[in-house]
């Protein structure tokens, strides 16, 4: 995915660039925007137990101004595809997109012959960075995401990668 | 108790015909079949008698004359006269807050001229189910306040839930 | 309530709030004509997430749509599936284990805990207190890990089959409910000081938009939201299905008809689901959880057939329409959410902006359940 490359400035001050991306992978700051089911596990990784705001990302912006991340949780819809594409533009670059879960990955299980009602994936309206999988995600994965993103400003990994057993 | 009561109520309308069902196995105690003219004077007894809307609920027959496969066999005996054609059932599901009594009203239009009176009037709560319905069989419910598409884009000019719909 | 609200010499202005509003607890929009402050009229604009599921009904085999009612209301997700399940049951007259059917209510119970201390954070946090939702998230955590173990996911649940359930409990599932049962009644009294007895929130919620017995019938209101109107109705006890007959529980009843009454019915609630749980693991009895004679492929008699249940957000019904077939012939899903908000429009007229905030709270949505 190209995004993140596609509006770097002209005029390049290398060691300049890696602190300010260090500064951004250490505060990204999500866009509140729930859709469906997998907001909540969005909800629930930013609270109590899962505690995002470990990582620096638990700063939800109810505005897209102030925000650098859009999280899309959910299915999009065709009503509200132009909302979200809206709302990604309205966001300052800087910005990443995460497809949190299968409905903003391809649909999801609202995939059929003849479906009248939704986009099948968030990257057919904007251009998406990290997909994370699941119906719905575990908050694990959410932070695992957010993580890789981070990988992907700095080049770079802050934690250490958990093997599955 | 409520049963007779609304039983013989609903009787009294011209075109109705009553039948009770075994509610443990359907899930309902009265089934009510009603020309669509006679909706709203329905809708009146039932409203005075205290009961509140539960959900609209449309149903395409199409290929039921070619076939009469998906006719729901009980029904047959108890609807006014079927029209000739294919037709749109519209059921309507009431019950009552203080004594148990799940009332299924039914009416059938025409596929063709898919068009019945509203109870919006009567019941503020039935005026987004008739939207719903319309939206997805595109029936339509004469003197309804506002019949844009409620689910579907404001611009959506088909009916997905019509057995003939294709994308 | 102004008199300003409804005078319409005074210039008013649209104000759109949501899809995208923190308050609106998903893709929801309403459309508001303000007058100042005051709402002089609101319109909530639906559709936004429609997911299809009706039209998803008609093109699948009856086990093929199981996962589909976990994702209408998610937060009581077992709700619907035990009301999906229970209508087809009803049609193809399946016959469940004595041990399955409790072990649904104890599931459901646990799963409406769960909905309503998700809500109690996400209200509270509407009305601006950040706190008390790091402890409902908390104690909803356990609970999660809890129906986890038995179900094998965290809120999309897939758990009740066709004549029974998909697996029993472990061994480890009665003590750790028991647990939660004793953590939560220590719990409880907590929040009420935490959050029933702050002035602030008080003052946010009592004699705010009132709902009146007689609006819940005409627009078929249900739930927590008809309760908290006086209106004593309640699935589980007006129209018992499952093995709820079995249990002793109250149905919370407050007449106050505002946002403070409806705050506590749900509140009221968690405890009578507590005695629920704690009941049925007392009487859970041992046996198979799978009825012996279940078809593989499942295809009622022509007919129609209607099922209720009580879900955390009021009464959930389907229609399900057969036509003898393998794939259901029509399935009309009764969100509950649908009807309790088709009231909105009337009962916010002439609220302060915020205070419809604290309505719209009270009345706990969940969007995709209204757009199925």
């Known amino acids: 995915m190209v995004t993140a490359n596609a509006h770097l400035p002209i005029v390049h001050f290398s060691s300049l660039d890696k602190l300010l991306n260090l500064g951004r992978a250490n505060s990204l700051w999500p866009l509140t925007f729930g859709l469906a089911c997998c907001a909540i596990e969005m909800m629930a990784t930013g609270v109590a137990r899962f505690d995002l705001d470990r990582f620096g990302m638990g700063v939800f912006r109810p505005a897209p101004k102030q925000s650098d991340v859009m999280i899309v949780a959910g299915t999009i819809s065709k009503k509200m595809a132009p909302g979200i594409r809206t709302l990604y533009e309205q966001m300052p670059h800087p910005k990443w997109v995460i497809a949190l879960g299968n409905c903003a990955i391809a649909g999801g299980p609202f995939v059929f012959a003849g479906q009248y009602g939704i986009v099948e994936g968030a990257d057919k309206i904007m251009p998406v960075d990290i997909y994370i999988p699941g119906c719905p995600p575990r908050p694990e994965a959410l932070v695992e995401g957010l993580l890789l993103l981070e990988e992907k400003l700095t080049g770079s990994r802050r934690w250490p990668r958990v093997n599955p057993e | 108790m409520k049963k007779l009561a609304i039983s013989q109520a609903l009787a009294a309308l011209a075109s109705a015909r009553v039948l009770e069902c075994d509610h443990a196995s359907r899930g309902f105690h009265l089934s009510v079949a009603v020309a669509p003219l006679e909706l709203p004077a329905a809708a009146k007894i039932l409203d005075q008698q205290g009961f509140f809307i539960e959900a609209i609920t449309g149903v395409d027959w199409l290929g039921e004359q070619a076939a009469p496969g998906p006719t729901v066999a009980d029904q047959a005996e108890h609807q006014p006269p079927l029209p000739s054609e294919d037709s749109f ?4 599901d009431f019950n009552h807050f203080a004594k148990l009594c799940r009332v299924a009203l039914r009416t059938r239009m025409p596929r063709s ?41 404001e611009d959506a000019d088909f009916h997905p839930l019509c057995k003939d719909y294709k994308p | 309530m102004s008199d300003l609200a409804v005078d319409p010499s005074c210039e008013t202005f649209v104000l759109n709030m949501g899809p995208q509003h923190p308050a609106t607890h998903g893709a929801l929009r309403i ?11 609101a319109e909530p604009v639906l559709g936004y997430i429609h997911r299809m599921h009706e039209k998803m009904g008609e093109n699948r085999s009856y086990l093929a749509f199981m996962p589909n009612t976990g994702r209408l209301d998610y937060l009581s997700a077992l709700s619907y599936n035990h009301g999906y399940v229970s209508v087809v049951e009803r049609a193809a007259g399946i016959a469940i ?54 179900t094998g996911s965290r809120l999309t649940y897939c758990y009740f089959r066709f004549g029974g359930l998909y697996n ?17 009644r220590r719990r409880l009294p907590m929040y009420h000081k935490l959050i029933s007895k702050n002035v602030i929130f008080r003052q946010r919620l009592e004699g705010i938009a009132p709902v009146s017995a007689e609006m819940c019938r005409k627009y078929g209101a249900t739930g927590p939201v008809a309760r908290g109107s006086g209106i004593a109705y309640d699935v589980r006890k007006h129209e018992p299905y499952s093995v709820y007959p079995e249990f002793n529980f109250d149905i919370p009843v407050y007449e106050q008809g505002d946002s403070m009454a409806r705050y506590l019915i749900r509140m009221d609630e968690i405890e009578q689901s507590l005695r629920i749980v704690e009941q049925g693991l007392d009487k859970l009895p041992p046996g198979p959880i799978m009825a012996v004679k279940v078809p593989k492929i499942i295809k009622p008699p022509k007919g129609d057939y209607y099922m209720a249940v009580e879900a955390a957000r009021g009464s959930f019904g389907i229609r399900l329409v057969s036509d003898g077939s393998a ?3 029509r399935l009309k899903l009764r969100s509950p959410c649908l009807s309790n908000l088709s009231l909105f429009g009337e009962a916010a007229r002439g609220l302060l902006l915020p205070d419809a905030v604290a309505f719209f709270g009270s009345l706990d949505l969940v969007i995709p359940d209204i757009d199925r």
């Not at chain 2, 008739?130 to 884009?153: Q, V």
């Not at chain 3, 029993?168 to 939660?180: I, T, W, Y």
């Open chain 2, 89 to 92: 059932e519209v059921v309507y």
């Open chain 3, 31 to 41: 459309k508001l004509v303000l007058d100042g402050e005051y709402i002089v009229e």
């Open chain 3, 97 to 150: 284990p004595e041990r399955a059917e409790y072990l649904r209510v104890i599931t459901v119970e646990l799963n409406r805990i769960s909905s309503h201390l998700l809500w109690l954070g996400a209200f509270v946090l509407d009305l601006g207190g950040f706190t008390p939702l790091l402890y409902t998230m908390d104690d909803r955590e356990q609970l999660l890990d809890l129906l986890e173990s038995v």
């Open chain 3, 327 to 329: 794939t259901p012939y």
């Open chain 2, 113 to 153: 001229r898919p068009e019945i009176p509203t109870i919006s009037a009567i019941y503020p709560g039935a005026n987004w189910h008739e939207r719903e319905t319309h939206d997805f069989f595109g029936i339509i419910f004469s003197d309804h306040p506002d019949l844009s598409p409620l689910l579907l884009p």
């Open chain 3, 168 to 184: 029993d409990v472990d061994d480890n599932f009665g003590p750790g409910a028991r647990a939660f049962i004793k953590r939560m």
